[in-house]
T-cell receptor, first 114, second 113 residues
Framework: QQQVKQSPQSLIVQKGGISIINCAYENTAFDYFPWYQQFPGKGPALLIAIRPDVSEKKEGRFTISFNKSAKQFSLHIMDSQPGDSATYFC?????????????FGEGTQLTVNP | NAGVTQTPKFQVLKTGQSMTLQCAQDMNHEYMSWYRQDPGMGLRLIHYSVGAGITDQGEVPNGYNVSRSTTEDFPLRLLSAAPSQTSVYFC????????????FGPGTRLTVT
């Protein structure tokens, strides 16, 4: 059962534009929501993470927006650059119900055209 | 620090063969995990460990075994390889006791024919 649904599957953005990737979850006990970035041939790397006690977290050009009532969270990449071209994964975890497990979304392949 | 290292980088197996994927970390992390990555399916947790001597199953554990005799090493064993186990395997570790702020290794690409 896929507990974290991610969209879109692929995204093409022009340099300088805003990239938006969305995730929806089912388990209301999830309490940790990270985003990972993966370049071809490499392992994923943690980009930014949020807990449900805040609605937004910003680190540089990357922002997570969190909507607890809608059970959705999204990644916004401002001023997108060709170097941001990568696959992005959202994920979720619950200390209460899933202990030490992290559930990933399907991934979004982002291409930023110069 | 080398971080999380995985060997081999590539491996081809015949159906029915067994092998061990190696994973090591030099950051003294308690939490370690194994994922497989397949197109369109994200990363799926195979097994994880919250410390030496403690392991537990993830989402897709069938056909795989793990052990954690030291803090540094967390090998993944394929008991009898099947074509369905063709995938890219990632090992990760975390300084926490859960899957927070995980550091991933470079991956092992496994093909089972």
């Amino acid at each position: 059962q896929q507990q974290v649904k991610q969209s879109p599957q692929s995204l093409i953005v022009q340099k300088g534009g805003i990239s938006i990737i969305n995730c929806a979850y089912e388990n209301t006990a999830f309490d940790y929501f990270p985003w990972y970035q993966q370049f071809p041939g490499k392992g994923p790397a943690l980009l930014i993470a949020i807990r449900p006690d805040v609605s937004e977290k910003k680190e540089g050009r990357f922002t997570i927006s969190f909507n607890k009532s809608a059970k959705q969270f999204s990644l916004h990449i401002m001023d997108s650059q060709p170097g941001d071209s990568a696959t992005y994964f959202c994920a979720a975890s619950s200390q209460e119900t899933s202990g030490s497990r992290l559930t990933f979304g399907e991934g979004t392949q982002l291409t930023v055209n110069p | 620090n080398a971080g999380v290292t995985q060997t081999p980088k590539f491996q081809v197996l015949k159906t029915g063969q067994s092998m061990t994927l190696q994973c090591a970390q030099d950051m003294n992390h308690e939490y370690m995990s194994w994922y497989r990555q397949d197109p369109g399916m994200g990363l799926r947790l195979i097994h994880y460990s919250v410390g030496a001597g403690i392991t537990d199953q993830g989402e897709v554990p069938n056909g795989y075994n793990v052990s954690r005799s030291t803090t540094e090493d967390f090998p993944l064993r394929l008991l009898s390889a099947a074509p369905s186990q063709t995938s890219v395997y990632f090992c990760a570790s975390s300084p926490w006791t859960g899957p927070y702020e995980q550091y991933f290794g470079p991956g092992t690409r496994l093909t089972v024919t």
